[in-house]
Nanobody
Framework: QVQLVESGGGSVQAGGSLRLSCVVS????????MGWFRQAPGKAREGLAA????????YYADSVKGRFTASQDDAKNTVYLQMNRLTPEDTAMYYC????????????????????WGQGTQVTVSS
């Protein structure tokens, strides 16, 4: 059973930065396509970033492109989301997820492509 544990959330002022971490157990990040999502109250879950373990390619939502960077450390079995130039609109619960199946190939930021989810970490950005 794959387990994901996020950390690194917190409160920050607009313009600041945070780095989220997601430790994976029960599988290896080097063989699993990983993703980051967020969900604000009253809003749908939004795919932010994804990493292809096969190609090393990364995918980003337009809302975070140029500000957020996803990466992974195979030795630590951990994926990261570096978030810069944060705005109050980035306030949400952030989740990491592990994909399974081929649906992910065509839909790397779709929640439907991900089978395993962490418990989330809260990010609050004040103006």
């Amino acid at each position: 059973q794959v387990q994901l544990v996020e950390s690194g959330g917190g409160s920050v002022q607009a313009g600041g930065s945070l780095r989220l971490s997601c430790v994976v157990s029960g599988d290896t990040v080097s063989s699993t396509n990983m993703g980051w999502f967020r969900q604000a109250p009253g809003k749908a879950r939004e795919g932010l970033a994804a990493i292809s373990t096969r190609s090393g390619n990364t995918y980003y939502a337009d809302s975070v492109k140029g500000r957020f960077t996803a990466s992974q450390d195979d030795a630590k079995n951990t994926v990261y989301l570096q978030m810069n130039r944060l705005t109050p609109e980035d306030t949400a619960m952030y989740y990491c997820a592990a994909a399974s199946g081929i649906f992910w190939v065509a839909h790397p930021l779709s929640a439907k492509a991900f089978s395993y989810w962490g418990q989330g970490t809260q990010v609050t950005v004040s103006s």
